[in-house]
């Protein structure tokens, strides 16, 4: 299982790809294209999303990767500090 970090913004998201290998990020927009490109990079057996809660920024984000069946956890971000 590989852990992708993404820290969400109104207008972008930045997700932080991480393995033994290798550590990149990429920021995509915020927006149903943006997620479905970052959605073509990953895949639902092998990646697991994490992120903080953002109040409205992030719904659209978690709601689309629970669509394509993608494992999210969803953090307060006063308990990850």
Same mark, same amino acid.
């Given at each position: 299982? #590989?852990?992708? &970090?993404?820290? @969400?913004?109104? =207008?972008?998201?930045?997700v932080?790809?991480?393995?033994?290998r290798?550590g990149?990020?990429?920021?995509?927009?915020?927006? /149903?294209?943006?997620?479905? %490109?970052?959605?073509?990079?990953?895949? +639902?057996? %092998?990646?697991?999303? @994490?992120? %903080? =809660? #953002? &109040?409205?920024?992030? =719904?659209l984000? /978690?709601?689309?990767?629970?669509e +394509? &069946?993608?494992?999210?956890s969803? %953090?307060?971000?006063?308990?990850?500090k």
């Amino acid at each position: 299982m #590989t852990y992708i &970090g993404i820290d @969400v913004s109104k =207008a972008t998201f930045v997700v932080s790809y991480s393995s033994a290998r290798t550590g990149r990020t990429k920021t995509f927009k915020n927006t /149903v294209k943006g997620v479905h %490109e970052f959605i073509q990079t990953i895949s +639902a057996a %092998e990646h697991h999303c @994490v992120l %903080e =809660a #953002t &109040g409205n920024y992030s =719904a659209l984000l /978690v709601y689309l990767l629970s669509e +394509a &069946g993608i494992t999210v956890s969803l %953090e307060n971000p006063l308990k990850i500090k």
